[in-house]
Nanobody, 114 residues
Framework: QVQLAESGGGLVQPGGSLRLSCAASRSIFNIYIAWYRQVPEKQRELVASMTSGGITWYADSVEGRSTISRDSGKNTADLQMNNLNPEDTAVYYC?????????WGQGTQVTVST
């Protein structure tokens, strides 16, 4: 099994930045990683992803102001988000595929508000 623990969420003003981190209990070297987000009564949406080969993808809503990265030495998958706006408010979840099986974190709340 792989346990995932998100951190770095919190309250930030519009235009601010946050770095979300997902700590994995096992190595995330050369595996698929992704960040999703979800608001109440809405479906969970993919925000950013990185393939095992390092190819990244970003949702249009965050393209150009977000960066997904992997730190294999620390077993973390990070999401740097800049120029945040209230529409970014959501619970953010990390997601990995390891050994052909999907794993989800428990989520971290991001609130963008004055």
């Amino acid at each position: 099994q792989v346990q995932l623990a998100e951190s770095g969420g919190g309250l930030v003003q519009p235009g601010g930045s946050l770095r979300l981190s997902c700590a994995a209990s096992r190595s995330i070297f050369n595996i698929y990683i992704a960040w999703y987000r979800q608001v109440p009564e809405k479906q969970r949406e993919l925000v950013a992803s990185m393939t095992s080969g390092g190819i990244t993808w970003y949702a249009d809503s965050v393209e150009g102001r977000s960066t997904i990265s992997r730190d294999s030495g620390k077993n973390t998958a990070d999401l740097q988000m800049n120029n945040l706006n209230p529409e970014d408010t959501a619970v953010y979840y990390c997601y990995v595929i390891s050994g052909g099986r999907p794993y989800w974190g428990q989520g971290t709340q991001v609130t963008v508000s004055t």
